[in-house]
């Protein structure tokens, strides 16, 4: 059955592979996971003392109506900076699941590309709509909404599953991820939710991309086969060179 051959496929991309790739790793193989962790950890415990979270804010904390370049500097480290309003330790598992998981599958370089870029593309965004303003078809935001703090590493983690979706071809998993994300969008409109979506479209542009460069055929593969171990004939009527 499809249905069967779709979800043992996932499983074999998403959860076999990986966890093969852990065993003759070992933990160094989940090393961007435990950093992200260890981050997000430090970050929520330095902004429950006195005067932390102003530390917190000044360090990671990315708004749309900051200067481009202090929101540049700042994004890197507000990939472990968690919303203050949602529960850290259940957002902590789904970001060690991610990096985890994207670490074993696509390699540490990767990885870092791909949670930097969608996070980075929904900062961006952000400051493109509120360019806009409000008006244009819901598109455009209101000038206060640059005072809001964006959504952190969950950017990020939304990316990680979204490009491995698309590169193990695991559409349960993008559905569960990118679709929930779109169900959000509708159901609680807000800027997380719009970064969010960004953070999707951001992953599923760069994993098609990667797909296409996969399935591109290289110069070789167009050349013939010729075997290199074996002596090339004279054509017939054509001297030998003496």
């Known amino acids: 059955m499809l249905i069967w051959r779709t979800l043992r496929g996932e499983w074999q991309g998403i959860v076999v592979d990986p966890v093969r790739q852990l065993l003759r790793r070992g933990l160094p193989g989940v090393s961007l996971a435990f950093v992200a962790a260890f981050g997000v950890i430090f970050f929520h415990a330095l902004a429950q003392r006195p005067g932390g979270e102003t530390v917190v804010r000044h360090l990671g904390g990315v708004q749309g109506d900051l200067p481009l370049w202090l929101a540049l500097l700042r994004t890197p480290i507000s990939l472990y900076v968690p919303a203050l309003d949602l529960p850290v330790w259940a957002g902590i598992t789904q970001l060690f699941l991610a990096f ?134 004279a054509e017939r009527g054509c001297p030998s060179p003496r």
């Open 100 to 233: 985890a998981l994207a670490e074993l599958a696509l390699g540490r370089a990767r990885t870092l590309v791909v949670a930097y870029a969608t996070t980075l593309a929904g900062t961006l965004t952000v400051r493109l709509m509120l360019l806009i303003g409000p008006g244009c078809g819901g598109i455009g935001l209101r000038p206060e909404v640059g005072h809001v703090l964006d959504t952190g590493p969950s950017a990020a983690v939304v990316g990680l599953f979204t490009y491995l979706a698309v590169v193990r071809r695991a559409p349960v998993v993008f559905v569960l991820t990118g679709g929930s994300m779109v169900w959000e969008s509708i159901v609680r409109p807000n800027l997380a939710g719009r970064e969010h979506l960004v953070a999707v479209g951001t992953a599923l542009v760069m994993g098609l991309f990667h797909e296409l460069r996969q399935r591109r055929p290289t110069v070789t593969a167009l050349l013939p086969d010729f075997a290199t171990d074996r002596p090339v004939r």
